[in-house]
């Protein structure tokens, strides 16, 4: 197997390079705002020779360059390498911008895309309900034309929404067409969450963290969302968010963090002097044979993405193999610990400054593995994809005897 790039892409990786020795890291004195400062100058840079952003237009912010997987992983891969900060993370990236791009007016665009880019917008996904999780068509928050009809009144309650405490706006939900089938009674809303009727509240989780980086749960009564900040046509907002899912999915399954989790997890077994009992070395064994799957093929995806083929269906085994090799990780790390289980990671729950920890700084993995098993689709859902979309089983029966 050829992993190689090329003469023109290992070239091109002396280009990034140098740009990285020049411009990244920062001075060891610098912090705070003026840290900040620099990363915000530091990211314009990088857009401006054309290595972040990529796929955003320049009139949004973006570098507007062609397509070329093999620059954007080599890219990918000189900043990690340099540990330097690449696109501003979170729902707006991943998620808001390339919808807009895909589905917005212009109007949406050129409100939303550059602000988002410059990180002064942070999104939440207003998807979730109480109830209302993986059957994503069942939700119930309403959305109700004013008398005018220049605007949306929107009444219920979304939950889930991770950053919640951070987030300047929200892509949501909401149902509009009480009568309609569900997934054709429901419209796309852009709304800005700094206004009279909505209240937001942190989640408190059993890892004992609650605050700006947890999820939320937001309250909505008699909140407004002008029309023009309506994606797509109204009660067609499910297909808007197929869009918008796709781009969630596509940003999860890191086949790095994979093979970084599975190290971490031998230096466990290591720490804990278990490395040469014969049972924990075959579970290693058998781990490393998914955790090397998950790269090798990811690696067959890259290939195919450089050359323009469909991979088919092996694309949709991605987001599951991840998070059931992360749970088998955490499974093991959890045998390895042993009584160190019984003692809180320092700065757990925000009490106490984080410090040096030793075995029990699994237990925020261990927690995490059982939610990435929800995040992005739950893992059933995912099987049920696998098995209809990719495999072409019959669809699975809705409980009360529907189809």
Known sequence: MDLSYGEKAEAYREEVKAFLSENWPPAADLRGADLKQYIRAFRRKATDQGYLYRAIPKI?????????????????????????????????????VPTLLEKGTQEQKDLFIRKTVEGEYIWGQG????????DLASVRTKGEL????????????????????????????????????????????????DQPG???RPIRQMTGEEGDHTF?????????????????????????????????????????GLGKQFSKLVELARETGRISDPLIRDRLAQIE????????????????????????????????????????????AQELMGEYAFIEP?????????????????????????GNSIAGGTTNIQRNIIGERGLGLPRDVIAGGGK
């Open 60 to 96: 949004y912010g973006g570098s507007e360059q062609p397509v070329d997987v093999i620059r954007a992983q080599v890219i990918r891969e000189e900043f990690v390498r340099a540990r330097a900060p690449m696109e501003v993370g979170g729902n707006g990236m991943n998620m808001t």
């Open 127 to 134: 998807y979730s309900e109480p109830g209302s999780g993986s």
């Open 146 to 193: 004013s008398a005018d009809g220049s605007k949306w009144i929107i009444n219920g309650q979304k939950i889930w929404t991770s950053q919640g405490m951070q987030a300047t706006h929200m892509f949501m939900l909401v149902r509009t067409e009480p009568d309609a089938p569900k997934h054709d009674g429901i419209t796309y809303l852009l709304i800005d969450l």
């Open 198 to 200: 909505i209240t937001r």
């Open 216 to 256: 939320c749960e937001f309250f909505f009564d008699n909140a407004e969302a002008p029309v023009g900040l309506q994606v797509g046509e109204r009660g067609q907002g499910w297909y808007v968010s197929r869009t918008t899912l796709k781009h969630e999915r596509a940003s999860i399954g890191s086949a790095d």
């Open 289 to 332: 044979g998914f955790v090397l799957s998950h790269r090798y093929t990811s690696f067959r995806l890259f290939s195919c993405s450089a050359a323009g083929e469909d991979p088919g269906r092996v694309q949709l085994m991605m987001k599951l193999l991840l998070t059931e090799t992360g749970h088998e990780i955490a499974l093991l």
């Open 346 to 370: 320092a700065g757990a729950g925000g009490r106490g400054p984080r410090g040096p920890r030793g075995p029990e700084k699994w237990m925020d993995q261990i927690m995490g593995s059982l």
